[in-house]
């Protein structure tokens, strides 16, 4: 049995969204954040206290770009992958990654001096600074969308899901009215999704926090 720890609208979503894409039983935990003062309990389990963290017999990983490579690849009746052999695979890892390594790093550094610090540590130029950044990178992904629905081989991935995280996280710190106009559809496609509307507010009534929009003007 998969069991996945999850905070509501944290980079779990990537993982929790990708088991319910490929309909796999699972087991969730819900988690008040941040887990490693509200549920210390978890530290026994993830000594990090971050999450996501998933665990699949004696496998554990916590990282969510890579649970999504892992659950593509070790359950690939789901098709949510493409093979080694595909023309694309390059292009489908790199954008896989780009999520966390080009995408969500400023994002975090946004979050952290808009709303996490205590008032007193929260530093306005660094918010904008930053989310500025996270805009001027999504250069290569909003030319990339410009004639294509998905990232990948004309079909939604795990890689979608990827990037598509870190879309809807700029949304909801208020940075997706400044998105391209294909890359709003494209945010929009992927959040129609049956698999994503099923997954998007759980573990919302025990969060104790919510994501606010930022200012940057």
Request: net charge neutral.
């Amino acid at each position: 049995m998969i069991e996945l720890w999850h905070c509501h609208n944290t980079r779990s979503l990537r993982a929790l969204w990708a088991l319910k894409e490929m309909q796999l039983e699972y087991k969730l935990h819900s988690l008040p954040f941040p887990p490693r003062f509200l549920a210390k309990e978890y530290l026994a389990i993830n000594p990090l206290g971050t999450v996501p963290f998933l665990k699949d017999g004696d496998t554990t990983l916590t990282e969510s770009s890579a649970m999504l490579l892992y659950l593509a690849e070790r359950y690939p009746h789901h098709d949510l992958s493409v093979p080694v052999t595909h023309p694309e695979y390059g292009n489908y890892l790199n954008w896989l990654f780009t999520s966390d390594a080009t995408l969500t790093f400023p994002q975090t550094l946004v979050l952290r001096y808009s709303q996490f610090e205590q008032p007193e540590r929260q530093q306005s130029q660094v918010v904008k600074d930053y989310a500025i950044w996270f805009l001027a990178r999504l250069k290569r992904l909003n030319a990339h969308l410009e004639n294509k629905d998905y990232l990948i081989d004309d079909k939604f991935t795990v890689a979608d899901i990827s990037i598509g995280y870190a879309l809807y996280l700029g949304e909801l710190l208020g940075l997706a009215k400044q998105y391209q106009p294909q890359t709003q559809a494209y945010l929009q496609r992927l959040k129609n999704r049956a698999g994503f509307m099923a997954v998007k507010d759980i573990g919302q009534d025990i969060s104790n926090y919510t994501i606010k929009p930022v200012a940057i003007s």
